[in-house]
């Protein structure tokens, strides 16, 4: 099956092949409902435990299967009901099993809210002598790390009141999505072909790279115009959520805000501060790079409108997905033949959904169900972004599936730090493997463009998010109020760093933060950095074939969440607390900004 016709299929016009098997969660809707109602019974069940704790290993045990027991099926339930919606967004009754789904996850959350604590509240030597039982093993690293929380955790009633206190604190970033996506109207603008359009989000992002420079332009100063209207409302969310984030943080006794985040995966705060200095340190390729882009484009001054033009001609490329699997086959072969194994039973066993249909949730994303396989939704449109977009979210699911068949549920989850390495490795991959076997020279071109403007948009430019962001915390925690001229400054002078002396800093670029959702995700976006800079690391140990960097790279995805992510890094061959990953990304930067170069003006 192909998306070439104009309009598209329904549902039930995708054919069976291309579509994800939900049915491996539940055969039929009735066993959802009675696995629904059998976690709504666990609930008074796990209360029972309540106080009885530090009574004996066994009851521990058995407090913590239960737990285990009603994450796993709610894990399933709820998967069941979001995949199944995102097939048809529309579909009332899906919807509906979302939202019931919903209200149960937080029934569970605070049901057992009460647990952390109360183990926390054991003596630590009758702690220690149950974790001799061997009964108790699996919860080891689970235990250490609790342990090394300890201080953060209160007590069960004020846990539980943190925990229902979650809906209430949202308010900043549910009006910032409100107020962004739904309520703010963009203004029209002509189009390269003179045909007005009216522009939005997601159209900016297909404007913003038109080879017409007026375009560019209309779209860069209407889009950031709107923002700029509203300016001080945006100051006054950002403002909301530092401050929700300022009072979860010191209500757990975290010395900042950074620390607080940084605290589940136990990523020392040097980590963040070093990356932001290592690139502050090596912004002259990023300069180097919009100078020639600036000379390529044969433009007498380069604008904040002209950075993401294409130096490459327009090329296409129609990959049909059979051809899509076998690029993503042959470029992840580095990867090994267990590997290799495992990727072919995701591509042919009902992993994927492939093709768009009428109402299907856009963009792609990976879904992991304990005790059944990932699922992968995709809207293949032959294009090449498409074939990279396959190769990263199955590197996702390959993580996911490793990491359940060897992890016991307390330790299969990765977190969020080591989540983006699998699936950014294998986007690597298939680059390098396409750049060493594209011989037209339009196409290499093309793929040199891509990789270049990945790390400036993924490395450079998430680490300017990541700065910024810090300077606000550093400014809200020392009292001094973000008003919308300040964040105004601030930005403007990060992008003038950042690009460099060629670049012409609009003063549109200015509210830019406002646009920026990951501002809300509470310190998130330095991980894009690490994550690429750890996937290239790796990458380039299973390319030049070092010994035994194929077996740790496995190693790291079976790894799940068994120790902190630091460690799990170092022993697949990296160590982010050093500057090194960091600096091998931007010398390979730095290389193929010379491959550019050569390309662009060799004769």
């Not at 702690?127 to 209160?154: G, I, P």
């Not at 959520?241 to 136990?266: I, P, Q, W």
């Amino acid at each position: 099956m192909s998306q070439t016709t104009t309009g598209l299929p329904s549902r039930d016009q995708v054919q069976s092949e291309y579509k994800w098997h939900v049915e491996d969660i539940y055969a039929n809707e009735d066993l959802w409902q009675t696995d629904f109602a059998k976690v709504k019974d666990s609930l008074p069940q796990i209360l029972q435990y309540k106080e009885t704790l530090a009574q004996s290993a066994g009851k521990l045990l058995s407090c913590l299967k239960l737990r285990d027991d009603i994450n796993i099926t709610a894990g399933k339930l709820f998967a069941y009901a979001r995949l199944h919606r995102d097939e048809d967004t529309a579909n009332a009754k899906y919807q509906s099993l979302v939202g019931k789904t919903e209200g149960l996850l937080a029934e569970a959350s605070a049901a057992t809210s009460f647990i952390e604590p109360e183990i926390l509240a054991i003596p630590d030597e009758i702690l220690a002598a149950f974790r001799r039982d061997q009964s108790l093993a699996e919860y080891s690293f689970y235990f250490d790390n609790l342990t090394r929380l300890k201080q953060h955790v209160l007590s069960p009633a004020e846990e539980e009141i943190l925990s229902r206190s979650v809906e209430a604190t949202q308010a900043s970033e549910t009006t910032f999505n409100m107020l962004a996506h739904a309520d703010m109207k963009f203004p029209e603008i002509a189009g390269e072909d003179g045909k007005i359009i009216a522009l939005s989000e997601g159209r900016y992002r297909s404007l913003i790279m038109s080879t017409d420079r007026r375009v560019r332009k209309d779209a860069f100063t209407g889009l950031f115009g709107t923002y700029n209207a509203f300016r001080n409302t945006f100051a006054a969310t950002l403002s909301g959520n530092v401050k929700k984030n300022m009072f979860y943080a010191r209500t757990r006794k975290y010395n900042s805000t950074l620390e607080s985040a940084l605290s589940d995966g136990n990523i020392p705060v040097s980590v963040y501060e070093n990356l932001v200095a290592t690139i502050n340190k090596n912004l002259a390729p990023l300069h180097r790079y919009v100078a020639l882009k600036k000379k390529a484009l044969n433009l007498d001054s380069i604008h904040m409108y002209d950075l993401y033009t294409p130096l490459a001609k327009e090329v296409k490329f129609n990959i049909a997905y059979s051809d899509g699997l076998k690029l993503v086959r042959d470029g992840l072969a580095p990867l090994g033949p267990e590997y290799s194994e495992i990727l072919n039973k995701g591509l042919t066993s009902g992993w994927i959904d492939v093709y768009e249909n009428k109402g299907k949730q856009t963009g792609a994303y990976c879904w992991g169900v304990y005790g059944v396989h990932p699922f992968v939704l995709l809207n293949y449109n032959n294009r090449l972004e498409d074939v990279s977009t396959l190769a990263h979210e199955m590197g996702h699911a390959i993580h996911s599936y490793y990491s359940q068949a060897t992890q016991p549920y307390a330790t299969s989850q990765y977190t969020i730090f080591t989540a983006e390495v699998a699936s950014t490795t294998n986007e690597i991959l298939l680059n390098d493997f396409l750049l060493k076997t594209t011989t037209d020279k339009q196409k290499k071109l093309y793929l040199i463009n891509q990789y270049l403007e990945m790390v400036r948009t993924t490395v450079y430019r998430q680490t300017m998010f990541a700065e910024f962001e810090k300077s606000i915390y550093d400014k809200a925690e020392s009292g001094e109020t973000l008003t919308a001229d300040l964040l105004d400054e601030m930005w403007h002078d990060l992008n003038a760093k950042y690009y460099g002396p060629e670049i012409v800093v609009d003063t549109e670029i200015d509210i830019e933060w406002a646009r920026i959702p990951h501002f809300y995700w509470n310190f998130y976006v330095y991980q894009y950095v690490t994550g690429y800079a750890a996937a290239t690391t790796l990458a380039e140990n299973m390319l030049n074939e070092s010994d035994g960097a194929q077996q740790r790279y496995i190693g790291f995805l079976k790894s799940g969440g068994s120790d902190y992510p630091i460690n799990i890094l170092k022993k697949a061959g990296v160590d982010m607390s050093t500057p090194q990953p960091i600096e091998l990304t931007l010398n390979k930067f730095s290389n193929m900004l010379d491959e550019l170069e050569k390309l662009l003006f060799s004769s």
